[in-house]
């Protein structure tokens, strides 16, 4: 429980620091985002799925999404923590960088594990539309504009 509220403090401190705000995220709904019901309305890390990610974590809703656009995401072996998301996925030929681009992971290196969210699109004002899972550590889903700035970018 310690490790959960001290990633969800990191995530915290982390949007504030950004710029991007840590008011502008939204407070989070059960369910949401087209990720499949029986993960969503199940308890938290209640399942793997097919990417060998615990469900309802931010990891196993991006890995979803990526995944539901067509595009290939490989399983991750154990090595699945956020914060392993670059290189584990370039061990796959996946590139990553530090342009936002619509479609891309965004990953924060914060914290124990580290935060993804699904890039859902790049503004003209220097921030990123964005939709992830559980940012305050609560299985939940959200939607929400925050700085492109500071993230490591994963182009699926």
């Not at 990526?66 to 991750?76: C, D, K």
């Not at 939940?140 to 994963?154: H, K, P, V």
């Amino acid at each position: 429980e310690q490790i959960r509220a001290d990633q969800a403090e990191a995530n915290r401190l982390a949007m504030q620091s950004s710029g991007g705000g840590y008011a502008n995220v939204p407070q989070g709904v059960a369910g949401g985002g087209g990720y499949p019901g029986e993960w969503a309305n199940a308890p938290l890390d209640a399942y793997i799925d097919p990417w060998g990610l615990y469900t309802r974590e931010c990891v196993s809703y991006v890995a979803w999404k990526v995944w539901s656009t067509g595009r290939y995401v490989p399983h991750f072996n154990g090595a699945g923590n956020a914060n392993q998301w670059p290189s584990t996925t370039a061990q796959h030929g996946i590139a990553n960088g530090s342009t936002p681009k619509a479609g891309a992971a965004a990953v924060m290196m914060v914290g124990t594990y580290g935060h993804v969210m699904y890039v859902e699109a790049v503004n003209g004002d220097g921030t990123i539309t964005v939709s992830d899972y559980n940012f305050a550590w609560d299985g939940l889903y959200r939607y929400y504009n925050r700085s492109a700035s500071g993230l490591t970018y994963i182009y699926f």
